[in-house]
T-cell receptor, first 113, second 109 residues
């Protein structure tokens, strides 16, 4: 039981490049989330998916898109990366909706130069 | 004003000490409250939920004061392994989840 997995662990992009961050969970959870964490700030919700087939904007959605591919997988896409998107990205999942405990993946450290 | 505020610390305490963290929140309609723990360069993990009646889990006690809009975490008999960042989390209903920036704790021998 791997829990929540994320790929890649590290990534360096040049401004304007695109990439997709992958997330998968094997806990049969309904809800999944993408957060970013910046120094001195709390985790901020980018997008969430309350259930398979639905996605909604969180606090900081600009510059990102998401896809809930199936119940297990939730991807985050940066279409044209900017230095302001340099951050640590965490995917999370929760069994209940609205969520109580959220289970986090190990994170992706992204640097945009 | 931030929706959830925490003293960033760091708190430096000796082993065996008792340490308390507070977290204030601005939205009086907030419904659920949690403390998460985050080790350096790792993901957050749930430490405990915070209930109106207060709750205790071993050396950890969490309390909620709705009137003053703050939650607290008390750690008794600190261990070296308690060194981490403690994140206050407030949910305002639905999926709105607000994380505090965290309080860093260092427990030294």
């Amino acid at each position: 039981n791997a829990g929540v997995t994320q790929t890649p662990k590290f990534q360096v992009l040049k401004t304007g490049q695109s990439m997709t961050l992958q997330c998968a969970q094997d806990m049969n959870h309904n809800s999944m989330y993408w957060y970013r964490q910046d120094p001195g700030m709390g985790l901020r919700l980018i997008y969430y998916s309350a259930s398979e087939g639905t996605t909604d904007k969180g606090e900081v959605p600009n510059g990102y898109n998401v896809s809930r591919l199936n119940k297990r997988e939730f991807s985050l896409r940066l279409e044209s990366a900017a230095p302001s998107q340099t951050s640590v990205y965490f995917c999370a999942s929760s069994e209940s909706s609205p969520p109580t405990e959220q289970y986090f993946g190990p994170g992706t450290r992204l640097t945009v130069t | 004003r931030k929706e959830v505020e925490q003293d960033p610390g760091p708190f430096n305490v000796p082993e065996g000490a008792t340490v308390a963290f507070n977290c204030t929140y601005s939205n009086s309609a907030s419904q659920s409250f949690f403390w998460y723990r985050q080790d350096c360069r790792k993901e957050p993990k749930l430490l405990m939920s915070v209930y109106s009646s207060g709750n205790e889990d071993g050396r950890f006690t969490a309390q909620l004061n709705r009137a003053s809009q703050y939650i607290s975490l008390l750690i008794r008999d600190s261990k070296l392994s308690d060194s981490a960042t403690y994140l206050c989390v407030v949910m305002g209903g639905g999926f709105k989840t607000i994380f505090g920036a965290g309080t860093r704790l260092f427990v030294k021998a």
